[in-house]
């Protein structure tokens, strides 16, 4: 990576960024496939800086997308100024791309956001998500926050937790802040008390329950196109959505590894419940169509 954020560590122990060859990606995905995987992640670290022979990220993903066997692919955690139109396009337009990004916030206030070092404005960040939910219907987001930065006063807090209850986000994975060694932010002074780090990552925590439960519940009359995992304790088929909503389903049919749609009947915060579609058929990719 080469963005040294002033809390990681990473372009430090793994060097500066460079892509695999467009074609290594490729002949993996395709021994992933052939070996009866059905969603390919497609990960890294900043990913969406990817270039290689001509090829941006964009063209990656449009380029696996067609890998014969691919069920679907899904981005893992993505830098949000990485994320241009190209990018967007190709996920409203092709269905085999996820509709979900893992969009990095860290902070809502612009000065900590200077402090880390992060190349955007919580305008800028709210302006591309906003933009995302316009253009890709139903995508779900969720976003990474590291709470008690040092220098992170009230206020700041104030204007990260706002952000946060105004924009669209399914879930936040919330990082209460911890020094690593080598970091410039190790070196920063004005620490936060830990008693007081640890209220605002409990509030910031609650608030993301209440978003989960929001998106959940907005999926009700909804078919979602799902992948079944595995049976739960209680014997019922669970996967993920496109949009990686948590699904069950109570059917004694062995959907496993399956493409699946599912129409949305209920949902709480842990997971929507649904039915499978009625004449659902197994065709030979193993993909499961109406």
């Known amino acids: ?28 995905t395709a021994a992933l496939t052939a070996r009866g995987h059905r969603e390919i992640v497609v990960t890294g670290v900043n990913i969406g800086t990817y270039m290689e022979g001509g090829a941006d990220f964009a063209g990656l993903l449009d380029q696996l997308s067609e890998v014969h066997g691919v069920g679907r692919l899904r981005i893992s955690s993505i830098e949000p100024m990485t994320v241009d139109d190209s990018v967007i396009d190709l996920m409203a337009r092709n269905d085999r791309i996820c509709p979900y990004l893992h969009l990095c916030l860290q902070s809502g206030d612009d000065a900590i956001l200077e402090t880390m070092k992060r190349p955007y404005t919580a305008a800028e960040y709210r302006s591309l998500l906003l933009d995302i939910v316009a253009r890709v219907p139903n995508a779900g987001i969720g976003t990474d926050i590291i709470v ?27 990082f209460s802040y911890s020094e690593h060694t080598h970091t410039r932010s190790a070196k920063m002074p004005e620490k936060i008390q830990p008693e007081i780090v640890k209220k605002r990552s409990e509030k910031v925590r609650r608030l993301g329950q209440i978003k989960k439960q929001r998106f959940h519940e907005a999926q009700v009359g909804r078919t979602l196109q799902v992948l079944f995992e595995r049976r739960d304790p209680r014997g019922r088929l669970v996967g993920h959505a496109e949009n990686y909503a948590l699904v069950s389903v109570d059917d004694p049919r062995d959907l496993t590894n399956r493409i699946v749609p599912v129409e949305v009947r209920e949902a709480d915060v842990d997971e929507v419940r649904g039915t499978v579609l009625a004449g659902v058929e197994l065709d030979r990719q193993d993909r499961v169509t109406a």
């Open 1 to 28: 990576c080469d963005v040294f954020c002033s809390f990681c560590v990473i372009p430090y122990t793994r060097g500066r960024q460079r892509s695999r060859t467009l074609a290594d990606c490729v002949r993996e």
């Open 148 to 174: 008690g930065f040092p220098g992170e006063t009230e206020e700041s807090f104030a204007k990260t937790y706002a952000l946060l209850e105004e924009l669209p986000f399914y879930h936040f994975h919330v």
